[in-house]
T-cell receptor, first 113, second 113 residues
Framework: NAGVTQTPKFQVLKTGQSMTLQCAQD?????MYWYRQDPGMGLRLIYY???????DKGEVPNGYNVSRLNKREFSLRLESAAPSQTSVYFC????????????FGEGSRLTVL | SQQGEEDPQALSIQEGENATMNCSYKTSINNLQWYRQNSGRGLVHLILIRSNEREKHSGRLRVTLDTSKKSSSLLITASRAADTASYFCATAAFSGGYNKLIFGAGTRLAVHP
């Protein structure tokens, strides 16, 4: 049981380049989330998808787009990367309800030069 | 600003000692959760305590919740070197139009052999 899988684990981009972070979960969870983690800031919610076919903005959505491709997959896209988007990105999923425990992937470390 | 704030920011103890971390928050919550993060890894859920609960145990973990003081504490008893990690509290509440799970900045725990 792989849980939540994120790719890539590491990526270096130049300012203005675009890229997509992929996330897949094999736990049949309804809700999926994208967070970013910055030193001293904890985790901040970028976007979430409460169920297949729906996506909503979190606390820090600017500069990002998401796609809930199916129940398993939730991708995060940076259309024009900026140095301020240098961070570690975590995908997470939740079985049901809106306030239960989250299952996290191992993270994707992104550096924007 | 962060909903949950951990105290202390860093804690260094010897194996066998107990470690206590505190979390304060600002608004009413549905539940409070504690997560652990080993260096370079994703977050792992440790324990969830609901707003109508005052204390919860899981193995060597003891969590308390005082909703009147808007605070929680995580106690790790008989610590081991393997407990070295960052610990985050996360508060679940409805705010800004959606159910949020907001993370604090974390406590870095170092357990020395």
């Amino acid at each position: 049981n792989a849980g939540v899988t994120q790719t890539p684990k590491f990526q270096v981009l130049k300012t203005g380049q675009s890229m997509t972070l992929q996330c897949a979960q094999d736990m049949n969870h309804n809700s999926m989330y994208w967070y970013r983690q910055d030193p001293g800031m904890g985790l901040r919610l970028i976007y979430y998808s409460a169920s297949e076919g729906t996506t909503d903005k979190g606390e820090v959505p600017n500069g990002y787009n998401v796609s809930r491709l199916n129940k398993r997959e939730f991708s995060l896209r940076l259309e024009s990367a900026a140095p301020s988007q240098t961070s570690v990105y975590f995908c997470a999923s939740r079985r049901d309800g809106l306030t239960g425990e989250l299952f996290f992937g191992e993270g994707s470390r992104l550096t924007v030069l | 600003s962060q909903q949950g704030e951990e105290d202390p920011q860093a804690l260094s103890i010897q194996e066998g000692e107990n470690a206590t971390m505190n979390c304060s928050y600002k608004t009413s919550i549905n539940n409070l959760q504690w997560y652990r993060q080993n260096s370079g890894r994703g977050l792992v859920h440790l324990i969830l305590i609901r707003s109508n609960e005052r204390e919860k145990h899981s193995g060597r973990l003891r969590v308390t919740l005082d909703t009147s003081k808007k605070s929680s504490s995580l106690l790790i008893t008989a610590s081991r070197a393997a407990d070295t990690a960052s610990y985050f509290c996360a508060t679940a509440a409805f705010s800004g139009g959606y159910n949020k799970l907001i993370f604090g900045a974390g406590t870095r725990l170092a357990v020395h052999p």
